[in-house]
Each structure stands twice: as structure tokens, then as C-alpha cells.
């Protein structure tokens, strides 16, 4: 399998690009459970199946474009919002970027480290090692390149994490992803309450770090892409209850941005082992 990752770590965007949204559309075609919970979700966020369906190729494209993410040449990728993130920096007390299962999210992380990791140090992200030992290898590789630090999702990964921003570094993390028992609280997303990480939030308050939002969104023919920065709309708050609707919230702002590329068919609403169901009349 490494020599495969290899393989098509030289091979053009454009054409991984279209192998990979084959390769979505017979995802979706193969398989039911996939299928309603894609359009169950999109549907949730008051999406019609036909302003979301380039979903469904894009979330093959994301599969495809990894070999060349991860082993290949650095790739073209456009940055709006310069001008927010030097603002964030500038605060001295390090900066959370926050990203959605949108676009090619692997790619915020490399743009931050082209962009600021010379000046203002590297950005640490979390990752999840893999089973096979073989993609674990990969991974961990792959994600520490210059100007970026990846540690494992464990208490010294959190740990690694807090001593970055109190260094006035960066971090990188993916709040819309379920987190494991006891490592989240019950938040609205869409309009229901779906299991939310309180890491992102605590990294904030506890380090008084800014918090940025950052989306990467592929260009139509294998042209590169494009990363767009922005601001959280409000300081967020102390209160843990009402962070967590503030990053939800920033997060569905990003989605609607360009929900063609969004995972619809991701998990976001399932219930973790051991872990209560919302209670009733929770706000949604």
C-alpha cells in the first residue's frame, strides 16, 4: 500500500480529482446507510439534495487528493484573509483555527504553515493515529512537515497543545468532529443537538487565544485551491454551554459558504458509547 501512496502522490490533482469523484458517486450508490445519512443531514440543514449533490464527488476528491497532500509537491492554494490572521497573531497569546469537514481541510493547516510558521512558529494539529501500522507511519509523517507539529489525540497531545498557544503559536482542530465519551457536551448544529468537542473551547479560554475560522475549498479542474480566514463574529464566551453554540454556530456560517463541499455523509450526530442521549426539551 505504500508504494500505491506513492504512486499517486505524482500523479496530476486534476486527474485524482476526477478519479476521486467516480469513486464518491459509487460510494453513495453502494451504500444505503451512507446514502440516507447524507441526505438526512443535508436535508436537516434545509439543503435540497440537488444544491448539495457536488458533495458527493468532493467527498471522493478528498479521499483521492490525500496521497498528493501528504507525500507530493506542495500544492497551489490561494489565502483571503491575510490581513486576520496577522491581527490574531498580533495579540501575542497564540491563535485556534477552526475548521469544518469542508473542502480540503487537511490543506488549512499547510496553508497556515507556508504562510505564518517562519515568523510566528509552527501550528500544532491533533490526528487520530491509524490501526494499520502502515498508515499510521504515513500519517505521522506526512503531517510533520515543516512549519507543522502533529500529536496524537491523548492527554499529552492536549498538553503539547496549551504549552504551543502559550508560546504564542497556533493549533488546528476540526471542532465539528465527535469526540469520545466524557470529551464533549450536547450542543445544537442545524437545528439539533449533536455531541460537541469542548476542547477547542477550553484551549481558547484557558489560553486566551483568538480564535480563527478557516475553510479550504477545492477549485473546479485541478487548479488548486483557495483558503479563506475570517474572524469568530464575537469574543467567545467563558461559559462553557454558550462557547460551544458559538463555535457551532461559526461552524454552519463556514458550511453555507460552500455547502457543495461539506461532509454531509459524516457521522456529526451520532451518540458516543456510555455517553446520555440530550435531555429532553435541550435547546436545539
Not at 477547542?200 to 487548479?223: F, I
Request: hydrophobic share 45%.
Amino acid at each position: 500500500m505504500p508504494v500505491v501512496f506513492r504512486f499517486f502522490s505524482v500523479v496530476p490533482l486534476w486527474l485524482l480529482h476526477a478519479l476521486g469523484a467516480a469513486m464518491g458517486w459509487v460510494a453513495f450508490a453502494a451504500s444505503p446507510t451512507y446514502r440516507r445519512r447524507f441526505m438526512a443531514n443535508s436535508a436537516r440543514a434545509g439543503y435540497r439534495f440537488a444544491q448539495v449533490r457536488a458533495a458527493v464527488g468532493h467527498a471522493g476528491r478528498m479521499v483521492a487528493e490525500l496521497p498528493r497532500l501528504w507525500l507530493g509537491a506542495p500544492l497551489p492554494c490561494s489565502v483571503v484573509g491575510h490581513a486576520c490572521v496577522d491581527a490574531a497573531y498580533a495579540q501575542g497569546r497564540g491563535v485556534v483555527f477552526l475548521t469544518p469537514h469542508q473542502g480540503c481541510f487537511e490543506l488549512s493547516a499547510q496553508a497556515v504553515a507556508r504562510g505564518w510558521s517562519a515568523s510566528r512558529g509552527p501550528i500544532t494539529v491533533l490526528y487520530r493515529p491509524a490501526r494499520q501500522a502502515w498508515l499510521a507511519r504515513v500519517m505521522e509523517t506526512a503531517r510533520n512537515r515543516p512549519g507543522m507539529l502533529a500529536v496524537p489525540t491523548t492527554l499529552a497531545g492536549v498538553r503539547q497543545m496549551i504549552k504551543a498557544l502559550r508560546r504564542g503559536e497556533a493549533v488546528g482542530l476540526l471542532p465539528d468532529q465527535v469526540p469520545p465519551e466524557g470529551q464533549g457536551q450536547w450542543a445544537p448544529f442545524f437545528g439539533q443537538n449533536a455531541y460537541t468537542m469542548t476542547l477547542a473551547a477550553r484551549l481558547a479560554q484557558q489560553t486566551g487565544a483568538a480564535v480563527v475560522l478557516v475553510r479550504c475549498e477545492r477549485l473546479a479542474w485541478g487548479r488548486g485551491f483557495a483558503t479563506y480566514f475570517e474572524p469568530l463574529a464575537q469574543p467567545l464566551s467563558a461559559d462553557m454551554t454558550e462557547a460551544l453554540v458559538q463555535i457551532n454556530q461559526a461552524m454552519e456560517h463556514l458550511i453555507r459558504q460552500c455547502p457543495g463541499q461539506y461532509l454531509w455523509g459524516y457521522g456529526r450526530y451520532k451518540q458516543p458509547r456510555g455517553e446520555g442521549a440530550p435531555a429532553a426539551g435541550a435547546p436545539a
